[in-house]
């Protein structure tokens, strides 16, 4: 089983959708959770932190649920432009020493349609 | 620099080449990733540095990659005697900390390396 999990998808909405994309990870020392977002044939940017309180900016919302061991990503009202792999990261170790992996999913692919 | 800076951007390999790229992270960043990410699918694990000191090598998937950053700043991957499933990208990544600053891995645009 992969240290983390997403649906590949593709996910195929109209402009407007709601959409909402799902990450599991097994690890349950992981430290910190992050969405990335990747446009083809780019690097991949922060898109937004995600915090045991979840956290919104804009239409996006975050969200952590340690006890089930998942974070979520929301967006609404989406536009032509958030068509993109929007990559889950998660930090599973981080030792006396400051040592880290950052973990990725291997991302799903978002469509949005006009 | 303002940010990651990788080269070559593009690499095409004969099969059993040496291939050597770059990545010039955030000056002052001390933490240094390395990731291969084949087409369609999140990026790989390879390396990690902190400052000059490769402290996790578990990515690397043989003998015939190698990494360095020297002088705790510019790093190096390279890959001996290429074969055709190294074709990827690599992208290389900076974190400010560990110990603080921002957690915020910063990426460069990577090189994508196609090995004929």
């Known amino acids: 089983r992969k240290e983390v999990e997403q649906d590949p998808g593709p996910f195929n909405v109209p402009e407007g959708a709601t959409v909402a994309f799902n990450c599991t990870y097994s690890n349950s020392a992981s430290q910190s959770f992050f969405w990335y977002r990747q446009d083809c044939r780019k690097e991949p940017k922060l898109l937004m932190s995600?915090?045991?309180s979840g956290n919104e900016d804009g239409r996006f919302t975050a969200q952590l649920n340690r006890a089930s061991q998942y974070i979520s990503l929301l967006i609404r009202d989406s536009k032509l432009s958030d068509s993109a792999t929007y990559l889950c990261?998660?930090?599973?170790?981080?030792?006396?020493?400051?040592?880290?992996?950052?973990?990725f999913g291997s991302g799903t692919r978002l469509q949005v349609q006009p | 620099g303002a940010g990651v800076s990788q080269s070559p951007r593009y690499k095409v390999a004969k099969r059993g080449q040496d291939v050597a790229l770059r990545c010039d992270p955030i000056?002052?960043?001390?933490?240094l990733f390395w990731y291969q990410q084949a087409l369609g699918q999140g990026p790989e694990f390879l390396t990690y540095f902190q400052n000059e000191a490769q402290l996790d090598k578990s990515g690397l998937p043989s003998d015939r990659f190698f990494a360095e950053r020297p002088e705790g700043s510019v790093s190096t991957l390279k890959i001996q005697r290429t074969q055709q499933e190294d074709s990827a990208v690599y992208l290389c990544a900076s974190i400010q900390g560990p110990h603080q600053g921002s957690t915020e891995a910063f990426f460069g645009q990577g090189t994508r390396l196609t090995v004929v």
């Open positions: 995600v915090y045991s």
């Open positions: 000056s002052g960043h001390v933490s």
């Open positions: 990261v998660v930090i599973l170790r981080f030792m006396d020493m400051g040592r880290r992996a950052l973990t």
